[in-house]
C-alpha cells in the first residue's frame, strides 16, 4: 500500500494562477481532509470529506474548492493564488472504524 | 472557539531521560485527544489517542495522560534517545465528522 500520496511535493505559483493538489489513498478510507501548516500555527482544517460525492467545510476554506468524485482522490484546488496562500498543504484520510489520520507527504506552496 | 496550547519552546533534553510534553485546551470538552509525531518536511504520523473517560494510555515507551477537569493532556516519553527528536503535535476532536483541531507543537530535542 502506498498510503496517502499527494502531488506536485513543490509547486511555485504568481498571483491570480489557479492549479489543482492532488491527494490519493489506496486504503479505501471514507474519510479525507485537507490542511494547511503555517509556521508557529497548528495544522488547520481547509475542506473535509465524509465520502464520495459528500464534501463540507472547515476552518479556513475561503479560496479553495474540493470534489470528492472517488473514494481514493480528493483534489484541492486554488482558484486565485494568493499570497497567504502559501503554506505546506497536507492532506489525511481515517478509515470509518478508527480515528486515527493518516497524512500524505505534504505540498510546499508558494505564491509569489 | 476551542483553542489549543502547547509549549512553543523546543524542548531540550539527556539522553535516556524522561520528556514530558502539555496540551491544554480551553472552550470544548473533546471525546477523545490524539498525538502526533512529524519529523522536518514530513507530513504527522499517529502516536496514541487516548478518549475522555481515560485516565492514562501507554504504548511502549509513550504515555499519555487526559485530565479532563484541568483541560490537559500530557505526553511522556521515557529512555529518551536522539531518535525521539520530532515535533508532536496534540489534536483534539473537534465535533462532528472528521475535525481535528491540532496545536501549533513542541518540538523535542534529546541530545546524547
Known amino acids: 500500500n502506498a498510503g496517502v500520496t499527494q502531488t506536485p511535493k513543490f509547486q511555485v505559483l504568481k498571483t491570480g494562477q489557479s492549479m489543482t493538489l492532488q491527494c490519493a489513498q489506496d486504503m479505501n478510507h471514507e474519510y479525507m481532509s485537507w490542511y494547511r501548516q503555517d509556521p508557529g500555527m497548528g495544522l488547520r482544517l481547509i475542506h473535509y470529506s465524509v465520502g464520495a460525492g459528500i464534501t463540507d467545510q472547515g476552518e479556513v476554506p475561503n479560496g479553495y474548492n474540493v470534489s470528492r468524485s472517488t473514494t481514493e482522490d480528493f483534489p484541492l484546488r486554488l482558484l486565485s493564488a494568493a499570497p497567504s496562500q502559501t503554506s505546506v498543504y497536507f492532506c489525511?484520510?481515517?478509515?470509518?472504524?478508527?480515528?486515527?489520520?493518516?497524512f500524505g507527504p505534504g505540498t510546499r506552496l508558494t505564491v509569489t | 472557539s476551542q483553542k489549543i496550547e502547547q509549549n512553543s519552546e523546543a524542548l531540550n533534553i539527556q539522553e535516556g531521560k524522561t520528556a514530558t510534553l502539555t496540551c491544554n485546551y480551553t472552550?470544548?470538552?473533546?471525546?477523545?485527544l490524539q498525538w502526533y509525531r512529524q519529523d522536518p518536511g514530513r507530513g504527522p504520523v499517529f502516536l496514541l489517542l487516548?478518549?475522555?473517560?481515560?485516565k492514562e494510555k501507554r504504548k511502549e515507551r509513550l504515555k499519555v495522560t487526559f485530565d479532563t477537569t484541568l483541560k490537559q493532556s500530557l505526553f511522556h516519553i521515557t529512555a529518551s534517545q536522539p531518535a525521539d527528536s520530532a515535533t508532536y503535535l496534540c489534536?483534539?476532536?473537534?465535533?462532528?465528522?472528521?475535525?481535528?483541531?491540532f496545536g501549533a507543537g513542541t518540538r523535542l530535542a534529546v541530545h546524547p
Open positions: 487516548i478518549r475522555e473517560n481515560e
Open positions: 489534536a483534539l476532536d473537534g465535533g462532528g465528522y472528521n475535525k481535528l483541531i
Open positions: 472552550n470544548y470538552s473533546p471525546a477523545y
Open positions: 489525511a484520510s481515517r478509515g470509518s472504524d478508527a480515528y486515527e489520520q493518516y
